[in-house]
């Protein structure tokens, strides 16, 4: 096996067993407020090695077992149900001999979206930007709230595709008890809406808000300015720096401090034909923001403000719903 060889859903259509899976390192390769991701080599029924990553959520001598069981069941039960190009695989829960089971997928050498495009100037942002809506239109048109949208949550493939991960606070719409965690996201890539009541009572406190198909449209509007200019986000120093600041004025002053502006992202990194769509996903309410319908059949994807001689190939309308 050579290192960074990468392994899709079919390769892993048949059976295999926990002992198979084996930790590569002592340290995770990366680490998220709730989670620590691992290495590791997974051996097939025909014994060919692949290399896998697997989430291991944080825990402490505080940790409910119970309810993190059944936070870690809720994770692995929405990631199941939702198959699809754009979304990254998942292989398993697998109990390998730590106080609680793990979550497999893939391991993608190119790492997460914003760590692909620092490392590939050339990439094709345009099919970077498909792919990403394509998924998030996908897990809508199935109920699926994600809830966590951001560059560090959607890896590229080895073949340059997009792919949407972490559903560790994902929901799914309309069935009670599938919200998997009371966090409500990111707050920089976070719709006004929920940032204000997390930054003021915290993130894990409950009741916690929800997070809803216009909030992902608001964070989907971030991701795409950046994939189309670079990650992190240019209002992500000013978040940091004057976040408290903003939570003592009106809500206005939330939306102002959250909302890219055009003087951050000026006419040549951006057309206004481009931005003027993405504006419409950063609405204050949030019901005047479109859906991902609207967005897939909008100016956002049409050839003449992405600068591409191509046509996108849309779902039908009917099969991508709010």
């Known amino acids: 096996m050579e290192d960074g060889t990468e ?28 989670s620590i991701i691992y290495l590791a080599k997974l051996v097939l029924s025909d014994r060919s ?52 089971p793990v979550l497999i997928s893939p391991y993608y050498k190119f790492g997460h979206i914003g760590e692909y495009l620092r490392q590939h100037s050339g990439a094709d942002k345009r099919k970077l930007l498909h792919d990403v809506a394509f998924g998030l239109a996908f897990l809508h048109d199935a109920g699926v709230v994600h809830g966590d949208l951001k560059a560090e949550n959607i890896l590229v493939d080895k073949d340059g595709v997009a792919c949407i991960g972490d559903f ?35 993130k894990d406190q409950s009741p916690a808000p929800r997070a809803t198909f216009e909030s992902d449209i608001w964070t989907f509007g971030l991701v795409a300015v950046g994939i189309w200019t670079g990650f992190p986000l240019k209002t992500a120093k000013r978040v940091e720096q004057q976040g408290r600041t903003a939570l003592m004025g009106s809500r206005a002053d939330v939306e102002d401090l959250l909302r890219p502006t055009r003087q951050q992202y000026g006419s040549d990194a951006v057309s206004d034909a481009m931005w003027g769509e993405l504006e419409k996903c950063w609405q204050s309410n949030p019901d005047s923001r479109p859906t ?25 309308r009917r099969s991508v719903r709010r």
């Open 292 to 316: 991902m319908t609207a967005l897939l059949l909008s100016r956002l994807f049409n050839k003449t403000v992405v600068d591409e001689a191509d046509e996108v190939v849309l779902y039908p």
């Open 49 to 100: 090695p692949v290399l896998v990553v697997f989430k291991a959520l944080k825990v402490s001598p505080e940790t409910d077992p119970v309810k993190y069981s059944q936070r870690l069941d809720r994770e692995a039960r929405v990631w199941h149900r939702i198959k699809h190009r754009n979304i990254l695989p998942f292989f398993g829960q697998f109990d390998i001999g730590r106080s609680f």
């Open 7 to 34: 392994v899709t859903f079919t390769d892993c259509a048949g059976p295999f067993h926990p002992e198979s899976l084996v930790q590569i390192g002592r340290w995770g390769i990366c680490e998220g407020g709730n």
């Open 168 to 202: 560790g606070i994902s929901r799914i719409h309309g069935v009670s008890g599938f919200t998997t965690s009371h966090r409500a996201g990111t707050l920089v890539y976070m719709a006004p809406e929920l940032w204000a009541y997390v930054t003021r009572h915290g």
